[in-house]
């Protein structure tokens, strides 16, 4: 079966460090992407990881560890702009698969 | 700046009503998915589309959805009939086949409310 995991909710103050975890079983593996999804808006590309290893690229980066089906993203300097959805998803054989997102709240 | 437009963008329909989402994905974009998403279920995927021929709708109620690529510029979703439960966000995305990280951009999406 398809199972990705991510907490449903994280709080976290303005200008600190957040990191949100998934982790996938998937029947198939080509890679794992970051979405952001603000309320009421469409999801937009973050980053996509393949091979092991950390994707850094501005305030944002993230890692993957194929071996533990496992990744993370990692928000640096956070803004009241980054309260959002965050989606992490596999792609497994040209479709992506979704979790449930992870409802990021940035408080002052 | 390119992107992929949906319309409508909202839509209320009664039950029973037949419902018809339309997409117009990247020019030049070979792959294009349709999406559904709701709190309860979050973001699924209904159908994907490769070169315009239908790859897997596995996640689709086959029964009343069908998806169509008439040509490489517009992709349709139809709900016949429509009941409460299609209530949702539908979402149309398009990407390349190759070049990279093969990323899929989304459309502004399709609110429907079917009453």
């Known amino acids: 079966g398809q199972n990705i995991d991510q907490p449903t909710e994280m709080t976290a103050t303005e200008g600190a460090i957040v990191q949100i975890n998934c982790t996938y079983q998937t029947s198939g593996f080509n890679g794992l992407f970051w979405y952001q999804q603000h309320a009421g808006e469409a999801p937009t590309f973050l980053s996509y990881n393949v091979l092991d290893g950390l994707e850094e690229k501005g305030r944002f980066s993230s890692f993957l560890s194929r071996s533990k089906g496992y990744s993370y993203l990692l928000l640096k300097e956070l803004q009241m702009k980054d309260s959002a959805s965050y989606l992490c998803a596999v792609r497994d054989l040209g479709k992506l698969i979704f979790g449930q997102g992870t409802e990021l709240s940035v408080k002052p | 700046d390119a992107r992929v437009t949906q319309t409508p963008r909202h839509k209320v329909t009664e039950m029973g009503q037949e419902v018809t989402m339309r997409c117009q994905p990247i020019l030049g974009h070979n792959t294009v998915f349709w999406y559904r998403q709701t709190m309860m279920q979050g973001l699924e995927l209904l159908a994907y589309?490769?070169?315009?021929?239908?790859?897997?709708d596995s996640g689709m109620p086959k029964d009343r959805f069908s998806a169509e690529m008439p040509d490489a510029t517009l992709a349709t979703l139809k709900i016949q009939p429509s009941e409460p439960r299609d209530s949702a966000v539908y979402f149309c995305?398009?990407?390349?086949?190759?070049?990279?990280?093969?990323?899929?951009?989304f459309g502004p999406g399709t609110r429907l409310t079917v009453t």
């Open positions: 589309f490769r070169n315009r021929a239908p790859l897997d």
């Open positions: 995305a398009s990407g390349p086949l190759s070049g990279g990280s093969y990323e899929q951009y």
